[in-house]
Nanobody, 114 residues
Framework: QVQLVESGGGLVQAGGSLRLSCAASRSIFSINVMGWYRQAPGKLRELVARITRGGSRNYADSVKGRFTISRDNAKNTVYLQMNSLKPEDTAVYYC????????WGQGTQVTVSS
């Protein structure tokens, strides 16, 4: 079991940057995959990025080249650096620990104004 707490969301203009953090209540070293998902109003939750314990990363096509996921196992924290933000990036962003069952944070709102 693990509790996840996201932070770093907010309101930003298009072209701006934000850095999201996901703090875990216990060590994430043993959790192979950590990820970030997002859900916009009226849409399904979608994968944004995921990172393995070994550092392999996957990104949604819509964020490739703009977002970077990283993890600091010593700090039990996962990050999402978001650059060149677009209005279509507006959503609630959720941290995920790929366990059985999966664990989710409460989400943090990101709003990008045009």
């Amino acid at each position: 079991q693990v509790q996840l707490v996201e932070s770093g969301g907010g309101l930003v203009q298009a072209g701006g940057s934000l850095r999201l953090s996901c703090a875990a209540s216990r060590s994430i070293f043993s959790i192979n995959v950590m990820g970030w998902y997002r859900q916009a109003p009226g849409k399904l939750r979608e994968l944004v990025a995921r990172i393995t314990r070994g550092g392999s990363r996957n990104y949604a096509d819509s964020v490739k080249g703009r977002f970077t996921i990283s993890r600091d196992n010593a700090k039990n924290t996962v990050y999402l650096q978001m650059n060149s933000l677009k209005p279509e990036d507006t959503a609630v962003y959720y941290c995920n620990a790929e366990l059985v069952p999966p664990y989710w944070g409460q989400g943090t709102q990101v709003t990008v104004s045009s």
